[in-house]
């Protein structure tokens, strides 16, 4: 698979200086009215919201992006439906309004998708009263949906043939948001647009001490790619580190309100089980939801919630099994799902924020993942408790009104900062890419137009690549085989996404290592090509770090 690699880095030239190398350089030479610690969804907004009202910004993760909690979800949008059986009707009436304004600003991502939920005989509420509850529910969601469906056993099996309708007793059909491509890619975009609005950001680069002088804060850090020691000053800081925020603030001298319970979430991904464009929802064997989602050509099964002690959390044989018996028991499959059948798994932890205050034995499974923002204003120091995507614009907007109050200056408060850009650009991209004839160049796998997809996922960069499309017609041609991905963008990620590692692109930036198994990964000789692209002159050193992995 290693071909001459002349006759690629040829094409490319001298390699400059990348994005990482400049920006850890100002990382140093600068200081900053804040310092966000943590690339998950909560720093991610809080550093487009900052950033882009006039703050001077630095974020820093000691993995990639979005490397834990927000790249091991569910790939929902979601209001919130379980919440309702707690009776927290003003948490899930938040929750609804939050997905519809996700849906209005980010139209071609966060997108309205029919969930198919089937009641098993003997379940804990009869079928009358789980269709009362999502009635509740889209009226909750201001009827921004279309209306739930009360469904018989017959009419499951109509809507849905690998249903297993043995012991069901009826269901219902309600809408709730799916997000397109990956929860990675949508925590990605937001750093995207901070480091547009100039805020400094670098993955992999780790915290290990912390000082206040009058100056502020002074954090030493280290970067995990080549050892160096850097140094960071910022007024005001923020823990945004999702599960490990409690060691942080330790480490930081930091008391808060809060703290956090772990719930380990487990997803296998297999390949397409239907055809059918919903996402099915079953109750498993102990009362848990459980998801059958499509993703792309493959299809998402899960997921487990399993109290944990840390927020280190691994795959075991115990959850993997007891997703692949419940999708086995469910559905009705020409094979039973085995180990063999699993092309990757995804695995995360969910922080759950509790109180220090009152009661220290919190029933966790019916704690929800409402953010809580905690504020030292002694000590300058923000801390971002819980969160799940759904609900991540408002926690941009805390975290602004928090800051202001802190004494940094916002000179833009009024500045929107989220949302794809304006319809009149999405106009003249289409325009430009149908006099391109564009989509002719999606391969006949896909289910999806070339022109959509890549709006999705680059907005106004998509005009970009049209333009390296039309300079070089390679950028248009596909790299990696079933990984529907143009050499074009991997051009651009090179460029604009801060690709530390393989992986970064692969399972992050892309959903490629999570629907082509790292075999045929392995296999392809486009993988090196977009190595070299990606990497220059450190592209075999950077395929022998992921094929080690």
Not at 23 to 34: A, G, I, K, Q, W
Not at 224 to 239: D, F, H, K, V
Not at 440 to 464: C, D, F, M, V
Not at 503 to 517: E, G, H, Q, T, Y
Request: overall charge neutral; charged content about 25%; proline content about 3%.
């Amino acid at each position: 698979m290693l071909k001459d690699r002349a006759q690629y880095e040829n094409k490319r030239g001298r390699y400059p200086l990348s994005l990482r190398a400049r920006n850890l350089t100002r990382l140093e030479s600068e200081t900053f009215d804040v310092l966000i610690i943590g690339g998950g969804i909560n720093g991610a907004v809080s550093a487009a919201a900052l950033s882009a009202r006039g703050a001077r910004v630095a974020l820093i993760d000691r993995g990639d992006f979005a490397g834990e909690t927000s790249s091991n979800s569910s790939n929902l949008a979601w209001g919130g439906i379980k919440y309702l059986e707690s009776g927290e009707l003003l948490l899930v009436e938040r929750l609804c309004c939050s997905r519809n304004q996700l849906m209005r600003a980010y139209p071609s991502t966060v997108r309205e998708m029919r969930f198919l939920t089937t009641l098993q005989r003997g379940f804990r509420k009869p079928a009358w009263m789980l269709y009362a509850g999502t009635l509740l529910y889209w009226a909750l969601g201001r009827f921004h949906t279309r209306a739930p469906t009360l469904l018989s056993r017959a009419d499951l099996k109509r809507r849905e043939q690998v249903i297993d309708d043995s012991a069901a007793v009826g269901g219902v059909e309600y809408s709730d948001c799916y997000l397109h491509d990956n929860d990675a890619r949508f925590t990605f975009n937001f750093i995207r647009t901070a480091m547009d609005y100039d805020c400094i950001a670098a993955n992999y680069v780790e915290a290990v001490g912390f000082a206040r002088d009058t100056r502020g804060w002074c954090i030493d850090a280290r970067d995990r790619e080549t050892g160096a020691p850097l140094q960071i000053r910022a007024q005001t800081l923020i823990n945004a580190c999702g599960p490990w925020a409690d060691s942080v603030n330790a480490e930081a001298g930091i008391d808060t309100e809060y703290h956090h319970l772990f719930s380990k979430g487990v997803h296998l991904i297999v390949d397409r089980i239907t055809d059918s464009n919903r996402i099915l929802t079953f109750f498993a064997s102990d009362g848990r939801l459980f998801f059958v989602i499509p993703m792309g050509p493959k299809t998402c099964i899960g997921t487990t919630d399993t109290q944990v002690d840390r927020p280190e959390a691994t795959i075991s044989e115990e959850d993997r099994h007891f997703i692949l018996d419940n999708a086995n028991h469910l559905l009705q499959l020409d094979k039973p799902l085995s180990d063999e059948d699993v092309i990757a798994e995804r695995c995360g932890v969910r922080p759950l924020a509790v109180s220090n205050q009152g009661d220290q034995t919190a029933d966790w499974v019916r704690l929800s993942r409402q953010h809580r923002i905690d504020v030292d204003r002694l000590h300058r120091h923000l801390s971002i408790y819980g969160g799940k995507l759904t609900d991540c614009l408002n926690v941009g907007e805390e975290v602004c009104r928090a800051v202001t109050e802190l004494g940094v200056d916002l000179p833009y408060r009024k500045r929107k900062w989220y949302g794809e850009p304006h319809i009149s650009l999405y106009r003249e991209y289409l325009h430009q890419a149908q006099l391109m004839h564009l989509d002719a160049i999606t391969p006949a796998s896909s289910s999806e137009k070339l022109t959509t997809r890549l709006w999705r996922r680059y907005g106004a960069s998509a005009l970009e690549l049209l333009e390296g499309i039309r300079e070089n017609p390679a950028w248009g041609e596909l790299l990696i085989e079933n990984a529907e991905y143009l050499r074009g963008e991997i051009e651009l990620a090179a460029r604009r996404e801060m690709i530390t590692r393989l992986d970064d692109f692969l399972r992050r930036r892309s959903k490629i290592a999570l629907v082509v198994p790292k075999e045929q990964l392995l296999r392809s000789p486009g993988l090196y090509q977009a190595c070299v692209i990606l990497f220059g002159e450190r592209a075999e050193e950077k395929l022998a770090q992921y094929t080690d992995g």
